[in-house]
């Protein structure tokens, strides 16, 4: 079993998510995340999707996901060198100035920035790869993390 990234560029229009969800719930596959949004062509949306499964599943996924009707491309892009990047937004508990300014300097090593600061919270911006997040994650989880909202992993192809 491995994560795996596809691809598919459909049909910008209502419905769309919903088919590509009922396959994956039909067919007992996993959807790990899911990003989805326009183009540069407003009639055409690119998802992103990292699912886990071994080389039969991934086929069958690939398969599956050509045969819907909006679908008009599908790529594998674990096979190719791609840009993956993800984004995380984590308010972390700091009532001390002391705290805030620790979690401001984890933030400058990781090149996340302040998105928000109230009296007790502050709230960190982190884009890159899923591990990058995950380290941010875990150093800043002691002090006490509130809120954790990620977007799932958008790619495209390289070149």
């Not at 007992?28 to 599943?57: C, H, Q, Y």
């Amino acid at each position: 079993m491995r994560a795996h990234i596809f691809t598919a560029l459909v049909e910008h229009k209502p419905g769309v998510l919903q088919r590509l969800a009922s396959m994956f719930a039909r067919r007992r596959f996993n959807i790990e995340s899911i990003t989805v949004g326009p183009t540069e062509n407003p009639k055409i949306a690119r998802m992103t999707i990292l699912t886990v499964g071994d080389d039969k599943i991934l086929e069958q996924i690939e398969k599956q996901m050509n045969k819907l009707i909006n679908v008009i491309k599908v790529s594998d892009l674990s096979v190719d060198e791609c840009i993956r990047r993800e984004l995380c937004i984590v308010k972390i508990n700091a009532p001390k100035e002391s705290q805030k300014a620790q979690i401001m300097q984890y933030a400058d090593v990781f090149r996340g920035r302040v998105v928000d600061v109230s009296p007790d919270t502050i709230s960190i911006e982190i884009t890159g790869d899923s591990e990058k997040i995950d380290a941010f994650i875990d150093l800043v989880r002691g002090m006490g993390i509130k809120i954790v909202a990620r977007t799932g992993i958008t790619a495209m192809p390289r070149g």
